[in-house]
């Protein structure tokens, strides 16, 4: 997809109706945004 691996940076969390965890990140690289859902009690787990 790019040219390089994105840098995430996490901007903010929140949840969503369901109960779902919403990620909204972005590369400190390039400024690409994206969000990512994690279904209820599934905790991310850090790398
Ligand atoms: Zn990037």
Redesign the pocket.
């Known amino acids: 997809m790019?040219a390089?691996?994105?840098?995430r940076l996490i901007q903010s969390l929140g949840v969503t109706e369901d109960g779902d965890l919403i990620e909204y990140s972005s590369?400190?690289?390039?400024?690409?945004t994206w969000v990512r859902k994690y279904p209820e009690g599934q905790v991310p787990v850090p790398e």
């Open positions: 790019g390089h691996v994105h840098v590369c400190a690289e390039c400024g690409a």
